[in-house]
């Protein structure tokens, strides 16, 4: 599922694992847009 759908959740995650860095981005744009706070609330961790 896109970041998008997840962020726009009545409960959304607190916590984003991207599989890449290019991910992470798209995650965090969407975050944005849905005026979710990185990092208060939201916090993103890449996947090695």
């Not at 997840?6 to 847009?33: E, F, Q, R, W, Y």
Request: with cysteine.
């Amino acid at each position: 599922m896109r970041a998008s759908g997840l962020l726009s959740h009545k409960m959304p995650p607190t916590a984003i694992i991207c599989g890449n860095d290019v991910i992470a981005i798209g995650a965090l744009d969407a975050a944005k847009k849905h005026g979710i706070k990185v990092p208060e609330d939201l916090s993103s961790s890449p996947h090695a």
